[in-house]
């Protein structure tokens, strides 16, 4: 049975000690050479990528309804609208089509459209008409 993990000294383990610690300053010092500006922009490039929730996704299918590339730019652009704002939890209406986005998660929650019977919204606190 090996007590010592195949150490001969103390002098090995103080090695292997500071050779960890020296790589993990030196990984440390590279991730810092990237600049703020990019990890700003990386940052937002995630924000603009909308996500939709289960819940969202199901009604999209029972409700048959499919967005074009542009309804999509247009969804997103209000939700980024509403970032801007302040707005937590925003009614984001684009065409005939209504989209509740929790903008702090950029996920829609759910979606319908316009004319569907009972169209009630609640707990939002803006609302994007674009």
């Known amino acids: 049975m090996k ?35 990019e990890i700003l922009r990386k940052q ?6 909308l996500k939709f929730s289960k819940h969202a996704d199901n009604r999209l299918a029972e409700r048959n309804i499919s967005l074009t590339g542009e309804q999509m730019q247009r ?3 209000g939700t980024n609208k509403a970032r801007q704002k302040g707005i937590q939890e925003s009614l984001v209406l684009v065409d005939e089509l209504a ?11 759910t979606a319908m459209n316009q004319g569907e ?3 009630i919204f609640t707990n939002i606190d803006g609302a994007v008409i674009i």
């Open 75 to 77: 969804l997103t652009d």
């Open 99 to 109: 989209f509740i986005v929790n903008i702090k998660n950029n996920t829609v929650v």
């Open 44 to 49: 937002a490039e995630v924000k603009e990528n």
């Open 3 to 37: 007590i010592n993990q195949g150490y001969i000294s103390i002098d090995q383990i103080a090695g292997q000690y500071l050779n960890n610690t020296t790589k993990s300053a030196n990984q440390t010092s590279q991730a810092s050479n990237v600049s703020f500006e």
């Open 117 to 119: 019977n009972d169209a």
